[in-house]
Nanobody
């Protein structure tokens, strides 16, 4: 099993920055996909950024150039750096991984609110 714990959410003004982190523990020997999703009130959950062991990262069009997904392999932490935040980025952000057995794991989420 894999456990995911997010942190780093909060309230930020438009144009501001936040960095979310997701501590990954458990059976993390081989992860096929690591990603960040978000869900705004009344909307479907959507993938914001993802990365696989090989190949470039993928981003939602609306966050390209503003968000960056990366990981600290030594500490097994997945990050999402968010810059130039907009009110429409307000959502609960979830860490997600898919392991080598194609099992899906979700964190509990962290709230990001962009407001003046």
């Amino acid at each position: 099993q894999v456990q995911l714990v997010e942190s780093g959410g909060g309230l930020v003004q438009p144009g501001g920055e936040l960095e979310l982190s997701c501590r990954i523990s458990g059976d993390t020997f081989a992860l096929d996909l690591e990603a960040w999703y978000r869900q705004a009130p009344g909307k479907q959950r959507e993938m914001v950024a993802s990365m696989e062991p090989v190949g470039p990262s993928d981003y939602l069009d609306s966050v390209k150039g503003r968000f960056s997904i990366f990981r600290d392999n030594a500490r097994n932490i997945l990050f999402l750096r968010m810059t130039n935040l907009k009110p429409e980025d307000t959502a609960v952000y979830y860490c997600y991984v898919k392991d080598s057995l194609q099992r899906q794991h979700w964190g509990r989420g962290t709230q990001v609110t962009v407001s003046s």
